[in-house]
C-alpha cells in the first residue's frame, strides 16, 4: 500500500536545493487592465515529474469567515491556467498562462493557484510493505485589483501593539518591520503580514514609545510607513 503525504507550501519556500519542482513567480499582482500572466515550471530534479495544477478563489480573505472556491467551471471561478497538467522531464521546464476570465469591479479578486507535482520514478528499490510518498505542493498568491484601488490602512498604537485596518477595496502588504529602543539599538524585526480588503491585523510591539516602520507595498508603489 502506498500513502502520499501532501504538504503545502508558500511557493517562496519552494527554490530549496531539494526541490524537484520550481516555480518562478510567487505572486501574480496585475491592475484592472491586465488579464493574463505567465509561470515558468522547472523540473530541477532527477525524476520525470507530472505536475497538476489547481485553482481556488478565495472569499473573504484575511477575515475568519475566509473560505475557498473551486467550481469546475473556470468562467465561474474567473480564472484559467492552461495547461492544467503536463509532465517534465528532469531540466525540462513548460510556460503556464493565467488566464483572468472576470474583471474585479469593486475589490480585489484573490486566488490562490496549487502547483502540485507527482513523481514518475519506478520506486522498485522501496522495500515491500507501506510506503509513503512526499509530494510538497506550492501555492501562489494571485491578484486582480480593481479599476480604482483604493490601497490605504488606518492604524491605532497603545504601548503593547499596533493595530492595523483596510477599509479600502485593495490588499496592502506591509514587510520589513523593526522597531528598536530609544536608543535606536537592539532594534527587533516584526514579521510581514499581507492585509486584505475589510481585514486587520495586531501587531504585538517590544517596546512602548518608539516609532515602528515598515515597508508598504500596495500593488502600484512601495514606500516607507512609521507608524
Not at 55 to 80: C, K, M, T, W, Y
Not at 139 to 163: F, G, N, V, W, Y
Request: proline share 6%.
Amino acid at each position: 500500500m502506498k500513502h502520499i503525504l501532501f504538504i503545502f507550501l508558500f511557493i517562496g519556500l519552494a527554490n530549496s536545493g531539494q526541490a524537484q519542482i520550481t516555480v518562478d513567480r510567487n505572486i501574480i499582482d496585475l491592475s484592472a487592465g491586465a488579464r493574463r500572466a505567465d509561470i515558468n515550471v522547472s523540473n530541477t530534479g532527477k525524476n520525470t515529474e507530472t505536475v497538476d495544477i489547481s485553482l481556488f478563489a478565495i472569499i473573504d480573505p484575511g477575515l475568519d469567515s475566509e473560505q475557498r472556491h473551486s467550481p469546475e467551471n473556470p468562467r465561474e471561478l474567473g480564472v484559467l491556467a492552461t495547461p492544467r497538467q503536463f509532465t517534465l522531464a528532469p531540466g525540462q521546464s513548460r510556460k503556464v498562462r493565467i488566464s483572468f476570465l472576470k474583471t474585479a469591479t469593486v475589490k480585489d479578486g484573490i486566488y490562490r493557484m496549487r502547483v502540485t507535482p507527482r513523481s514518475e520514478s519506478s520506486g522498485n528499490s522501496k522495500p515491500a510493505g507501506t510506503a509513503v510518498s512526499i509530494a510538497i505542493a506550492y501555492e501562489l498568491l494571485l491578484i486582480l485589483r480593481p479599476p480604482k484601488p483604493d490601497a490605504r490602512l488606518l492604524a491605532h498604537r497603545d504601548q503593547k501593539s499596533l493595530t492595523v485596518n483596510n477599509p479600502g477595496n485593495s490588499n496592502v502588504m506591509l514587510f520589513d518591520g523593526k522597531q528598536c529602543n530609544k536608543l535606536g539599538e537592539a532594534c527587533q524585526q516584526l514579521a510581514g503580514k499581507r492585509i486584505y480588503s475589510g481585514a486587520g491585523h495586531v501587531f504585538a510591539l517590544p517596546y512602548p514609545d518608539t516609532p515602528v516602520r515598515f515597508m508598504l507595498d500596495d500593488g502600484s508603489n512601495t514606500r516607507g510607513v512609521e507608524y
